[in-house]
């Protein structure tokens, strides 16, 4: 995820120095917060799987079973 917020970042800047006599800072926001909502619904998914797979574990085991 590290590595998407970078390149994420790295292509904000760039759309914003791109054109450097129009630089609109909303360039920046834009594609910065596409990132960042393409990394939140990624979390998200993967939280989702994580207690999806924690209830099947659970199930599985009983509610009497130690680990």
Known sequence: MAGVLAWGVF???GAY???A??????RFVIV???V???????AAML???SARLRKQNQRRLG???AC
């Open 21 to 26: 006599e129009n630089s609109n800072p909303w």
């Open 47 to 49: 939280a989702a799987r």
């Open 36 to 42: 960042l909502a393409f990394l939140a619904f990624w």
């Open 17 to 19: 120095l791109n054109y």
């Open 63 to 65: 509610p009497g079973d």
């Open 32 to 34: 910065l917060g596409c």
């Open 11 to 13: 292509h904000a800047v």
